[in-house]
């Protein structure tokens, strides 16, 4: 890698790790407001879709879903890639599992697809190395962020994912990082020898992953010893935290990332934050409490991709108390799930009421009936479900549980259906929790 994009990339990581530290929350909002002056004035006219828009301020422009980015593709980009090219040339990759492969010059990666059509997300050589900056500046801990700076050993980073990307790899610029993937389409047992010989300082997987990784430790089978832990791409359940910290004596971390972006990350007291030095998020408030929203994300740091009053479909539940790390930007208490994880429950009164994940999650969390696994998915009126192993008396504690709620919620108990435990592949995201199809209204 040429000096030049060494220096892009210490660059980010200093201003990252030193230069964006806000006084109060006005600092922070000052700050964003002139970032967006520039990125309107400057950056929008790369994108043609916005040339035709007159705005003075972020609110005069559309919010955006991925019906209409993927609809708009071509013109919400500055390189002038269709989605039909992107789209073939990110499958072909992920095929052949070539995933250093650029078109022309620029990283293509797509999302996972559990969610209607995959989106498409597009990065160029400067963006990757600043992420990189970001990303190591962000999710290293003290001891081997000094240890990184003082030119010690290498940081042994363990990666598992479905796909790997040439953004991710970038992290091996400075060679003061030892990148390993581990592609989640391979046998997992070589996978379980390549982790026991590289001995990572970091692993980032999946909550499933890093579940089965602290089965595997408890058992006996497996002798890592991490120094960080990050949970990526699904919702960390409770009990998956609470075996993952038990066996390895530390905190779960968690990234917030997506197809838009690196949007979120926890401190050093475990508690999300959103990337506001580098994204505006406008909360569309879901509930009355105005403690549940959905984000509406402008990047205003990106020019190859607009990400501009982009709608995403995760439930955020805001933190109420300041963290005590003192960071100003944004707390958030869960990343609940997604919009369709809300489940459905009838009032007396014929309405349908929101019964949202966390609510659920809890439920079969604090319960006092241990349960190895659960599901819950609603189709219509009916709820079905997934209790253990379905043993009579876990069925009748997940019927508990969900009347409890009822109750809580002055709601219906919907039809109930047991359903036989299925084994999920390894590399499929896990959503305990989801609404199949939304019950009729009456």
Same mark, same amino acid.
Not at 323 to 349: F, T, V, Y
């Given at each position: 890698?040429?000096?030049?994009?060494?220096? /892009?990339?210490?660059?980010?990581?200093?201003? *990252?790790?030193?230069?964006?530290?806000?006084?109060?929350?006005?600092?922070?909002?000052?700050?964003?407001?002139?970032?967006?002056?520039?990125?309107?004035?400057?950056?929008?006219? @790369?994108?043609?879709?916005?040339?035709?828009?007159?705005?003075?301020?972020?609110?005069?422009?559309?919010?955006? /879903?991925?019906? @209409?980015?993927?609809?708009?593709?071509?013109?919400?980009?500055?390189?002038?890639?269709? =989605?039909?090219?992107?789209?073939?040339? &990110?499958?072909?990759?992920?095929?052949?599992?070539?995933?250093? $492969?650029?078109?022309?010059?620029? *990283?293509?990666?797509?999302?996972?697809? !559990?969610?209607?059509?995959?989106?498409?997300? @597009?990065?160029?050589?400067?963006?990757?190395?600043?992420?990189?900056?970001?990303?190591?500046?962000?999710?290293?801990?003290? !001891?081997?962020? #000094?240890?990184?700076?003082?030119?010690?050993?290498?940081?042994?980073?363990?990666?598992?994912? %479905? /796909?790997?990307?040439?953004?991710?790899?970038?992290?091996?610029? *400075?060679?003061?990082?030892?990148?390993?993937?581990?592609?989640?389409?391979?046998?997992?047992?070589?996978? =379980?020898?390549?982790?026991?010989?590289?001995?990572?300082?970091?692993?980032?997987?999946?909550?499933?992953?890093?579940?089965?990784?602290?089965?595997?430790?408890?058992?006996?089978?497996?002798?890592?010893?991490?120094?960080?832990?990050?949970?990526?791409?699904?919702?960390?359940?409770?009990?998956?935290?609470?075996?993952?910290?038990?066996?390895?004596?530390?905190?779960?971390?968690?990234?917030?990332?997506?197809? #838009?972006?690196?949007?979120?990350?926890?401190?050093?007291?475990?508690?999300?934050?959103?990337?506001?030095?580098?994204?505006?998020?406008?909360?569309?408030?879901?509930?009355?409490?105005?403690? %549940?929203? $959905?984000?509406?994300?402008?990047?205003? !740091?990106?020019? *190859?991709?607009?990400?501009? +009053?982009?709608?995403? /479909?995760?439930?955020?539940?805001?933190?109420?108390?300041?963290?005590?790390? &003192?960071?100003?930007?944004?707390?958030?208490?869960?990343?609940?799930? +997604?919009?369709?994880?809300? $489940?459905?429950?009838?009032?007396?009164?014929?309405?349908?009421?929101?019964?949202?994940?966390?609510?659920?999650?809890? &439920?079969?969390?604090?319960?006092?009936?241990?349960?190895?696994?659960?599901?819950? +998915?609603?189709?219509?009126?009916?709820?079905?479900?997934?209790?253990?192993?379905?043993?009579?008396?876990?069925?009748?504690?997940?019927? %508990?549980?969900?009347?409890?709620?009822?109750?809580?919620?002055?709601?219906?108990?919907?039809?109930?259906?047991?359903?036989?435990?299925?084994?999920?592949?390894?590399?499929?995201?896990?959503?305990?929790?989801?609404?199949?199809?939304?019950?009729?209204?009456?």
């Amino acid at each position: 890698m040429i000096a030049n994009d060494i220096a /892009t990339l210490i660059r980010a990581f200093v201003k *990252t790790r030193w230069g964006l530290n806000f006084k109060s929350r006005a600092h922070l909002e000052a700050y964003q407001e002139r970032q967006l002056k520039v990125f309107l004035a400057k950056k929008l006219p @790369l994108f043609p879709f916005y040339n035709k828009i007159k705005a003075d301020n972020l609110q005069q422009l559309p919010i955006m /879903t991925k019906e @209409l980015v993927l609809k708009n593709f071509s013109e919400l980009n500055s390189k002038n890639i269709s =989605l039909e090219s992107a789209t073939r040339f &990110g499958l072909d990759i992920e095929s052949n599992r070539e995933f250093q $492969l650029l078109l022309n010059g620029i *990283t293509i990666g797509l999302s996972s697809g !559990t969610q209607g059509p995959r989106g498409v997300f @597009l990065i160029s050589k400067k963006e990757r190395l600043v992420w990189s900056g970001v990303m190591l500046a962000k999710a290293l801990p003290p !001891t081997l962020l #000094e240890r990184m700076i003082l030119k010690a050993k290498p940081i042994k980073i363990a990666f598992f994912l %479905r /796909t790997n990307s040439r953004l991710y790899s970038t992290l091996t610029a *400075t060679k003061r990082i030892e990148f390993e993937f581990y592609d989640l389409l391979d046998q997992w047992e070589e996978l =379980l020898w390549k982790l026991e010989v590289q001995n990572p300082d970091v692993i980032v997987a999946p909550a499933k992953v890093l579940s089965l990784l602290a089965s595997k430790v408890e058992q006996g089978s497996l002798s890592i010893k991490p120094n960080r832990l990050i949970s990526v791409a699904e919702v960390l359940e409770p009990d998956d935290q609470a075996l993952i910290e038990k066996v390895f004596q530390q905190k779960v971390h968690q990234i917030y990332q997506a197809t #838009e972006g690196f949007l979120g990350i926890t401190c050093e007291h475990n508690i999300v934050h959103l990337n506001e030095e580098f994204i505006h998020v406008e909360p569309k408030w879901i509930d009355n409490d105005k403690t %549940r929203f $959905l984000p509406i994300v402008t990047d205003f !740091t990106r020019t *190859t991709q607009a990400v501009v +009053r982009y709608q995403l /479909t995760d439930i955020l539940k805001i933190r109420s108390e300041p963290c005590p790390c &003192g960071s100003h930007c944004m707390a958030i208490e869960e990343i609940s799930g +997604r919009n369709d994880d809300i $489940l459905w429950m009838q009032k007396p009164s014929g309405d349908w009421k929101p019964i949202f994940p966390d609510i659920i999650r809890q &439920g079969f969390y604090a319960s006092s009936v241990p349960f190895a696994f659960y599901k819950v +998915r609603q189709k219509k009126h009916i709820w079905e479900i997934v209790a253990g192993q379905n043993s009579e008396h876990q069925q009748v504690e997940a019927v %508990r549980i969900c009347q409890s709620i009822a109750n809580k919620q002055d709601c219906i108990l919907p039809a109930i259906n047991f359903i036989p435990p299925e084994d999920d592949p390894i590399f499929q995201k896990s959503r305990r929790i989801q609404c199949i199809e939304r019950p009729e209204k009456q």
